[in-house]
C-alpha cells in the first residue's frame, strides 16, 4: 500500500513530537497558554515577541488541528475568541517544564562571572 505524501512519516518518537511541536512559534504559545491560562489572540501576541499576526494565525491554526489547542468562539459584537490548551495539550506540560527549566539553567551558565 502507498503511503499519500500528506501522511506523515515518522523515523523515532522525537521525530513524531516535533512534527506537532516542533518551531519557535509553537512552542512558545503553549509555553504562554500552559504558564498564563487561557489567552485571547492579542493577549498571545503581545506576549510573542517578534511574531507576526499571519504566522500566529497559522501555527494556532496547526496546533488546533493536531488537537493541542483548543479555541472558544463567543458570540458577542465584536466576537471573542479564546484559546487554551486541550486535555491532550496538557500532557504537553512536562516537556514545556523540563525546556523551561533547561533554559534557566543555561541562562545562568551563560552569565559571565
Known sequence: MTKLSS????GCP?????????????VLILYHLSTNG?????ELRRRITGVSERMLTQQLRELERAGIVQRQVFPEVPVKVEYSLSHYGTTLQ????????????????SKPS
Open 14 to 26: 522525537v521525530e513524531a513530537t516535533l512534527e506537532v511541536i516542533g518551531g519557535k512559534w509553537k
Open 7 to 10: 501522511e506523515p512519516t515518522h
Open 38 to 42: 487561557t489567552h485571547r489572540f492579542a
Open 94 to 109: 512536562p516537556i514545556l517544564d523540563v525546556m523551561s527549566d533547561w533554559g534557566s539553567n543555561h541562562l545562568n551558565r
